[in-house]
């Protein structure tokens, strides 16, 4: 089993929770960060701590920019974007 180690990710969670079936987020189904903005696909390597803007979210998601905690941002591919998987 592989467990990837983020960061700095502050996981959202529902205010109480709702128990709604099919919650996103209860349902522990949907990664969303309360920092960085960042979600699923879009979701950087390692939190950068601050808000990321739209084009850095589209850019991660995209596979051309990721943020690494001890490197800062890199022009590569995070493992959690879909691009990651299509390179050759």
Not at 20 to 25: D, P, Q, S, V
Not at 37 to 46: C, I, K, M, N, Y
Not at 59 to 69: A, E, K, N, P, S
Request: proline residues 6%; positive net charge; contains cysteine.
């Amino acid at each position: 089993m592989t467990v990837h180690r983020f960061h700095g990710h502050h996981w959202y969670r529902c205010p109480k929770p709702c128990h709604k079936i099919g919650c996103h987020y209860c349902d522990g189904g949907l990664s969303s960060c309360t920092v960085c903005r960042g979600l699923e696909g879009a979701l950087p390597t390692d939190c950068p701590g601050n808000r990321m803007t739209n084009a850095q979210i589209d850019q991660v998601y995209d596979g051309t920019l990721d943020f690494r905690w001890r490197d800062g941002w890199v022009n590569d591919s995070s493992v959690h974007s879909p691009a990651h998987y299509r390179r050759d």
